[in-house]
């Protein structure tokens, strides 16, 4: 697909997307060769969940499902990554207000909504199969670049054990909107709003999940003062939690997350050549270690990856 010269190429994420800004318009070209179900017809319907409960999400303007793109609202250029590299900005502040846009995503109880080919659109539950599967790229992608076959068939065996294990873990249940990749390289800031894109992923989950998506994320450094103080006032916004228990599935979820990550990473070098995600990777063991130290149900984890991927 070729567009005029009024729409400039912008960069994209790691799917299979390809964006492109029409300035004249105030509008953004999502174009999808493939998985353009959840990429075009899903990603419109949660946003339309997202603006039904004033979340600010981009409106669709225009769909062209047959070939294969749609136009929706621009959102702008400024990320909440941007800003938080500024010099002299307080970063709590910033995260902040991030916190309070997160609160309101988690208030959502919608759970279906009529997509743009007046179809309904149902969010799935992200149950711990979901997560036991999302972890398990872990071991599809990275772990063959760094064990033998043979020990890699061993290593996956307690692996998957160990994910369960912690799976069972999990006090939660699944009744909360979780956007899914709640970072802030998906948070706009436009107009004093923060506005949240690539929205087609969520499900609905673990309180936890888009938290620890938030404070550990990969993208991000922060020292674990920034880390601590943030997932405080979540807590102080959201006083009905229990901590002791809530701690414990923030953790769970962010070292499965992380484990994710890092295989969806290595995915993204080798299917893909698209390498430069690599460079992530150390920050991703490095918060995976630092949670795991915070807790022993992470004890028989930690023995493994530290005794079969000794250099991570």
């Known amino acids: 697909m070729k567009f005029s010269k ?16 029409n300035k004249k318009k105030n509008s953004i070209i999502v174009l999808a ?22 979340i600010l999400a981009p409106k669709l303007l225009n769909q062209y499902y047959y070939k294969n793109f749609i ?3 621009d959102l ?3 990320t909440i990554y941007q800003l938080l590299k500024q010099k002299k900005i307080n970063r709590y502040l910033i995260l902040k207000k ?6 309101d995503v988690q208030l959502i109880k919608d759970k279906k909504i009529k997509n743009f080919k007046n179809q309904l659109y149902f ?6 199969q979901v997560l036991f599967n999302e972890t398990k790229l872990f071991c599809d992608w990275y772990v063959p ?5 043979n020990k890699s068939i061993k290593f996956n065996h307690q692996f998957k054990k160990e994910v369960k294990y912690l799976l069972s873990k999990l006090h939660y249940k699944n009744d909360t909107f979780v956007h899914r990749d709640f970072h802030v390289s998906n948070l706009m800031y436009l107009k004093n709003k923060i506005g949240l894109i690539d929205n087609q992923d969520a499900l609905i989950g673990n309180k936890a999940y888009d938290l620890a998506s938030l404070i550990d994320d990969v993208r991000f450094k922060t020292t ?13 916004k959201n006083n009905k939690i229990q901590n002791s228990k809530f701690k414990i599935d923030f953790a769970i979820l962010s070292i499965l997350r992380n484990l994710k990550i890092i295989g969806i990473f290595m995915r993204l070098a080798v299917r893909d050549n698209k390498k430069k995600y690599l460079k992530l990777i150390p920050y991703a063991w490095e918060m995976i270690h630092y949670r795991m130290s915070q807790n022993k149900i992470f004890d028989n984890l930690n023995f493994l990856l530290k005794h079969n991927l000794p250099k991570i």
């Open 224 to 236: 674990n003062e920034l880390k601590k103080k943030v997932y405080d006032y979540f807590l102080k």
């Open 98 to 103: 991030v916190i309070n846009v997160l609160n």
């Open 145 to 149: 670049k760094k064990l033998s076959k």
């Open 33 to 54: 060769n493939k998985e353009k179900n959840k990429n075009l017809l899903v990603y419109d319907a949660v946003n339309k969940i997202l603006i039904k409960n004033k």
């Open 6 to 21: 009024q729409f400039k190429k912008i960069e994209g994420d790691a799917s299979f997307r390809k964006f492109y800004r």
């Open 71 to 73: 136009e929706i609202q």
């Open 76 to 78: 702008g250029a400024k």
């Open 123 to 128: 969010i799935k539950t992200y149950n711990n």
